[in-house]
């Protein structure tokens, strides 16, 4: 699986937009980007994914970059409640079995 | 409510014993899956299996063992040759893993094992 490369630690503060940076310049042109985020102590948590075009839901935003060298998950409204630590991973939509592979992601911190 | 089950939330076993870890979903879904996750770590693929009867090694399977007998189970077995078991498992699940594309994956809330 292609690696992906997050900053270990970022911050928000209430109310205000987070904006999570991923570089994965080695994607191929069957992987999907995929976000998670895991608060302490449970199993990570769906966010949003994409493969080419950006996309929406009520959880976040997922920009792409043109290359697809680099994505960005938009918290519009960031709240205490979404401090955890957030996954960028690729999968191949090509392979059968759903394997995700997490590095360590960035870990939120919300102030606020 | 659809979801997926592990039990127990904390569970202690003591060095050189073996011990089952339950994950039971009823979300109706083909795949399975058994991560661990050390403190500060990604987790890590242990076993899967797409389909009942059926498992496949992940990335880390020395030591644990796994059985699919019924499409709702997937138990993980700590054998007392994982040298290191003192971990968190996460158990998940995608619901139809055959027909490629992106797939939502579905986890469990975590057994948090502790050897002493």
């Known amino acids: 699986d292609a690696k992906t490369t997050q900053p270990n630690s970022m911050e928000s503060n209430e109310e205000e937009p987070v904006h999570l940076p991923c570089n994965h310049s080695?994607?191929?042109?069957?992987?999907?980007i995929h976000w998670y985020r895991q608060l302490p102590s449970q199993g990570p948590e769906y966010v949003i994914h994409g493969l080419t075009s950006n996309v929406n839901n009520r959880m976040a935003s997922l920009a792409i970059a043109e290359d697809r060298k680099s994505s960005t998950l938009i918290l519009h409204r960031a709240t205490l409640r979404d401090a955890a630590v957030y996954y960028c991973i690729l999968r191949d939509g090509g392979t059968s079995y759903g394997k995700l592979t997490f590095g360590q992601g960035t870990i939120l911190t919300a102030h606020p | 409510d659809g979801g997926i089950t592990q039990s127990p939330k904390y569970l202690f076993r003591k060095e050189g014993q073996n011990v089952t870890l339950s994950c039971e979903q009823n979300l109706n879904h083909d795949a399975m899956y058994w991560y661990r996750q050390d403190p500060g770590q990604g987790l890590r693929l242990i076993y899967y299996s797409q389909i009942v009867n059926d498992f496949q090694k992940g990335d880390i399977a020395e030591g644990y063992s796994v059985s699919r007998e019924k499409k709702e189970s997937f138990p993980l077995t700590v054998t007392s040759a994982q040298k290191n078991p003192t971990a968190f498992y996460l158990c998940?699940?995608?619901?139809?893993?055959?027909?490629?594309?992106?797939?939502?994956?579905?986890f469990g809330p975590g057994t948090r094992l502790t050897v002493l």
């Open positions: 080695t994607i191929s042109g069957t992987d999907y």
């Open positions: 998940a699940s995608i619901p139809r893993p055959l027909a490629g594309g992106p797939h939502e994956q579905f």
